[in-house]
């Protein structure tokens, strides 16, 4: 019992990471950024470049070495998410959401096979590959990548709890979720704010990239597709547009992957989970911590 929850708990960490940029941008512009989960897919392949020119310091050992790629990948992943929210969604953000959509399922295919050319369609072999003794705890074997690999992901999102609701540029946001033209009424820089949000989420997913690139082992240009529609199956579990909604969201769906593919096999495992996804949406569609919001006219 506590292996599968241990595994959901692990999986789940990497779709919460993920799940929070969906719920940010669709939190404060109503956009469904379905280009999210090629940018997870985007900061593994940065971070393979990036490690090309870091070989001298493998001596040094491999996590620090990972957490000074993580940090630069994160940094080049918000610099993208911010050039596609200013040159892909911002032109399009008086426009009908359904034009935004399209351009978001636009930028998705573009990130994967502009990927694809540069790179091939063969999978890579990750240059770092996290391995540790297995340890038992509670009759669970668990490995020391995975609880520092965990215990990253709970940083990035305990951090951005924090700022988000304990800094200005925080309550900017959540001023801007609330009403868009109230808050440019009262000062607030709207597009710079859109844009440190895309920044952000964008980050994370990169960081996600990385960090499931070091434990697996291999990336290829088609592994954010999947990851993408899982974060964002999360994002609505949780509630789409609420942080805390996103993390317990992506928990959520890690234990019933896990808990399902124990009971009906791993060939099952993705029909479980959106299988749940549809019952959430016909039973509770506003998700675990959503509330139902009234659209003014």
Request: glycine share 14%.
């Amino acid at each position: 019992m506590f292996q599968l929850i241990w595994n959901g708990l692990f999986v789940g960490s990497f779709y919460a990471l993920v799940a929070l940029g969906y719920s940010m941008v669709y939190g404060i512009i109503k956009l469904l950024n379905f280009a999210h989960g090629d940018l997870y897919m985007l900061g593994s392949f940065l971070a393979f470049v990036v490690l090309g020119g870091f070989t001298g310091l493998f001596g040094l050992g491999s996590i620090p070495v990972l957490l000074l790629v993580l940090l630069i990948t994160m940094l080049l992943t918000g610099g993208i998410g911010v050039a596609i929210e200013r040159i892909a969604y911002r032109p399009l953000r008086t426009s009908p959401r359904l034009a935004a959509l399209i351009t978001a399922v636009g930028v998705s295919f573009t990130l994967e096979y502009a990927v694809r050319q540069i790179f091939g369609a063969s999978p890579l072999v990750f240059p770092i590959r996290l391995q540790g003794e297995p340890l038992e705890i509670l009759g669970a074997r668990v490995t020391m990548p995975q609880i520092v690999l965990m215990f990253v992901a709970a940083i990035l999102m305990f951090g951005l709890q924090r700022y988000v609701m304990h800094s200005r540029e925080g309550r900017a946001m959540r001023a801007i979720a609330l009403d868009q033209k109230a808050a440019l009424l009262m000062g607030v820089n709207v597009n710079r704010v859109i844009s440190r949000t895309f920044f952000i989420g964008s980050a994370l997913a990169g960081a996600a990239g990385v960090m499931a690139a070091a434990y697996y082992g291999t990336i290829d240009f088609l592994m954010g597709f999947v990851i993408g529609l899982k974060a964002f199956t999360a994002a609505v579990i949780g509630g789409i547009g609420n942080l805390y909604g996103a993390m317990l969201g992506g928990i959520v769906l890690g234990l019933l992957e896990s808990f399902g593919t124990s009971w009906f096999g791993g060939q099952w495992r993705d029909v479980f989970a959106f299988g749940f996804l549809i019952l959430f949406l016909v039973f509770r569609p506003t998700g675990l911590l959503g509330e139902r919001v009234v659209e003014r006219v």
